[in-house]
């Protein structure tokens, strides 16, 4: 791989102050991890393009997708990395479609992180124990985390041609990795 993690990080910290869109990295990363270590794929590799999707979110909102390319070349990203991080806006703010495995997974997974999060934070014991059902119950309630697009998972699942309740799972398990990191795990008595 041309870029590590630490080239990854100190770009992403450079571009991007919150804190909450930080974890977001962690999270969209961590289930990348999973998703390639499940599938037989490169897990730094789909982890890295994971934790630098939104490079140019906070910085650049109006140009989302569309300044990774210049942000992301700062680190010589690899070119295929390039296109893998602007196909997750696809038919929102990019026309660049998700071709490959990789492309298709964080296109879903990018949204499907915010529902999960939200989801734990609501719970106390957060992460910990975290069901499909439960994310289903939250899916299903539009008020709940309503800027979730909700149709781009769908969408995403569709292209991946996975069930929802696998991709949840998947999603679950890969976040509940790093859940004390983001903040997502119950402090012990």
């Known amino acids: 791989m041309a870029i590590t993690r630490e080239q990854a990080v100190e770009l992403f910290r450079k571009y991007n102050e919150s804190e909450s869109l930080y974890h977001h990295a962690l999270s969209v990363e961590a289930v990348m991890r999973e998703a390639a270590e499940k599938y037989g794929e490169d897990a730094d590799y789909w ?37 893998a991080i602007c196909s997750h806006g696809y038919g929102l703010v990019t026309d ?7 492309e298709k997974m964080l296109f879903t997974v990018d949204e499907l992180t915010g529902l999960i999060t939200a989801t734990a934070l609501m ?7 975290i069901s499909v059902k439960s994310i289903k119950k939250k899916w299903k309630d539009k008020s709940f985390a309503a800027g979730v697009n909700r149709e781009v998972i769908a969408q995403g699942c569709e ?16 976040m509940t990795k790093v859940a004390p990191e983001l903040g997502l795990w119950p402090e012990e008595a």
């Open 123 to 129: 719970r106390p014991e957060k992460m910990k124990g």
């Open 47 to 83: 982890g890295i393009v994971g934790f630098l999707h939104d490079i140019d979110w906070e910085k650049f909102p109006s140009e989302h997708c569309h300044k990774a390319p210049e942000l992301l070349a700062e680190i010589n990203t690899p070119e295929d990395m390039v296109h």
């Open 159 to 174: 292209m991946l041609g996975m069930d929802t309740a696998a991709i949840i799972q998947l999603a679950i398990d890969g």
């Open 96 to 102: 660049v479609k998700p071709e490959r495995m990789m």
